[in-house]
């Protein structure tokens, strides 16, 4: 097949077909790339609320930035076709893989799950709901990295999630009672999704099946799955529990967040007793009555006859006496709620003690860098002054203060070295002062500030005294200027007394557009002051990015662990991973960089290993 979308998009071979749209594998011409374009069928593009609907996936997906979700890169329409360019994986989804192999260790299956937790977090937290969890949809790399595709039926959670003409979207198999009944969901009906994968995954069956998709609908509003254990007692208990407490059929009782699932696997993986499952536990013992009925020597009482009065003072009595017993045990009966008091901005001991004070259980879902004094709760779930049942787990995000780097020792250095090696820790050239010292050959750094060694926040400016030599302080040595911003370049050349002369643009593959690739006078030669210096700056497209597979464990330990992942690359400087993980932990994550790259592996914020990627 040889058809052009837009004059870009080249058509190689159909790979994939839903309900509604068609995937190609296609060439971008301007990037040379293989992507994935999803077109729109002809029969629906005369509908104009479908079309909103489907170009509206590219919208909400492009918000997405994460290893576990499946890029979205363009939408657009030519002659009539609507289409949607994203990220080509090569390999199988997960229905494929499942019926390849029948059914999948408990290992192998947390292991895809614990990365399907973490692209419905980064989601949830965007307020996005994905509406169509299964198998299907779950693309599995040759590195076995598994990626969310299809955020086609995603809305915002702020709006209304009813679907298009009241009518049910997703796979019936994988459907929540709340989709199946129609009625607006939450993040929680993508956890019972979750939870009907995960059973096929150590099953290999869906957790209910029938001649009639009505059936199976039915049988998720109503019925119990068969404990997945049946099929296959290779199961531990500890992950059936977490299957059977994802799909409950009221979403109060599920996990509440894809955070609080992942930790329950993690548990589940080390053999770890999760305490969300210990309540459950505790909270679903059968309360075994006596009967009712019958005198008090066991036999049956004679009939008499109630007059209609009779009746209803009798029925009065027993209503008042209800609704008295109803009304003294309430909180016994339905819970004593509580507010939630506001525990951002406080310590942990702090906010542990506030949330104790309330009959509440403090929980820490994660650690992040923030400007919120190091230790300190940044945000919280349930928010303050919410009404929640008294022993109710409030999570709360913990501030690890603000990121810092440690400052390299720079000097000896010449200035383009010590420029590059403050990039790669995050920071800036600062100041540029120049000092006539004989002893010290031109261009090379005598001092800095501040000094090497000091912790500074990220994008902390070090200043430095840079040696001209001997000679006349009207020559010094052409500054680096490749890689900069015309502006930041412009800048740079008025400091040091030169002058910036034409620019010309030129097409580069690998440098960004906006950026000098050229320069009249190369770096650390000799120059005048007042001299004119000419640059040409690129017009992209830039560099194609590649991909890698970033491998870590993490030192055994009892204590979690805040891991993160930062890039440094053609694009800048960025954290493309943080999570918190406990010791002993094993990190796989797919990254995509641009030209040459240094990875940094962060723990608690201090730099653990660092890789060179080319």
Do not use: W
């Amino acid at each position: 097949m040889k058809d052009l979308l837009q004059n870009r998009y080249e058509l190689l071979e159909k790979i994939g077909e839903g309900g509604m749209a068609t995937v190609y594998k296609a060439r971008c011409t301007l990037l040379d790339r293989i992507v994935a374009v999803k077109i729109l069928k002809e029969e629906y593009t005369r509908d104009t609320n479908l079309v909103a609907k489907f170009r509206s996936e590219a919208q909400s997906a492009a918000r997405l930035s994460h290893p576990n979700i499946v890029n979205v890169y363009d939408v657009g329409e030519d002659r009539g076709a609507n289409f949607i360019v994203m990220e080509y994986i090569e390999g199988i989804n997960l229905k494929q893989y499942i019926d390849q192999k029948g059914f999948l260790s408990p290992e192998e299956s947390i292991s895809i799950a614990l990365m399907i937790c973490d692209a419905l977090a980064q989601a949830h937290e965007k307020g996005l709901i994905h509406r169509d969890i299964k198998p299907h949809n779950i693309m599995l790399t040759r590195d076995g990295v598994a990626k969310v595709a299809d955020f086609g039926i995603a809305r915002a959670a702020s709006t209304s999630t009813i679907t298009f003409g009241g009518d049910m979207v997703g796979s019936v198999h994988y459907v929540s009672p709340e989709q199946a009944r129609g009625e607006p969901v939450d993040s929680s009906s993508d956890i019972y999704s979750l939870g009907c994968v995960l059973y096929e995954m150590v099953s290999g069956r869906v957790p209910f099946d029938a001649a009639s998709p009505v059936t199976v609908a039915l049988k998720h509003i109503h019925e119990r799955p068969i404990p997945p254990s049946v099929i296959n007692n290779q199961i531990p208990g500890s992950l059936e529990e977490i299957i059977m407490i994802a799909m409950e059929k009221k979403s109060s009782y599920r996990y509440q967040t894809a955070i609080e699932m992942r930790q329950a696997l993690t548990d589940a993986l080390y053999g770890r007793e999760n305490k969300l499952a210990r309540k459950k536990r505790q909270h679903d013992k059968t309360l075994v009555m006596p009967a009712v009925g019958g005198d008090e020597y066991g036999g049956v009482a004679r009939k008499k006859k109630i007059r209609p009065i009779g009746i209803i003072a009798i029925a009065a009595i027993f209503i008042g006496l209800a609704l008295g017993i109803a009304f003294s045990m309430r909180d016994n009966l339905f819970g004593k709620e509580v507010t939630v008091p506001n525990v951002v901005g406080l310590s942990t001991k702090e906010a542990a003690n506030s949330l104790e004070k309330e009959g509440l259980e403090m929980i820490v879902g994660n650690r992040v860098h923030s400007e919120i004094e190091e230790g300190h709760v940044v945000s919280q779930d349930p928010e303050a002054d919410e009404r929640v049942k008294e022993g109710r787990q409030v999570e709360v995000v913990l501030s690890l203060g603000l990121e810092l780097t440690e400052v390299p020792d720079i000097a000896g250095k010449n200035l383009e070295d010590a420029t590059f090696m403050l990039k790669s820790r995050g920071l800036i050239m600062g100041d540029v002062n120049r000092i006539n010292d004989p002893e010290v050959a031109a261009g090379i750094v005598i001092t800095q500030k501040p000094e090497k060694g000091v912790e500074v926040e990220l994008g902390e400016k070090v200043d430095v005294t840079v040696s001209d030599g001997a000679g006349e302080g009207s020559q010094l040595n052409m500054p680096d200027l490749l890689g900069m911003d015309l502006s930041e370049a412009k800048a740079k050349l008025e400091a040091d007394g030169l002058v910036l002369g034409s620019t010309e643009q030129q097409a580069s593959d690998s440098v960004f557009a906006g950026k000098v690739i050229k320069q009249s006078i190369s770096a650390g030669k000799p120059v005048e002051r007042g001299e004119s210096v000419s640059l040409v700056v690129s017009q992209g497209p830039g560099p194609l990015p590649k991909m890698a597979q970033i491998r870590y464990t993490l030192p055994d330990s009892n204590d979690q662990m805040v891991i993160s992942i930062i890039v440094v690359d053609a694009k800048g400087r960025r954290e493309v991973y943080n999570n918190t993980h406990p010791g002993g932990y094993f990190i796989s994550r797919q990254i995509e960089f641009y030209g040459q790259a240094t990875v940094y592996i962060m723990l608690d914020g201090k730099e653990v290993e660092r890789q060179l990627l080319e």
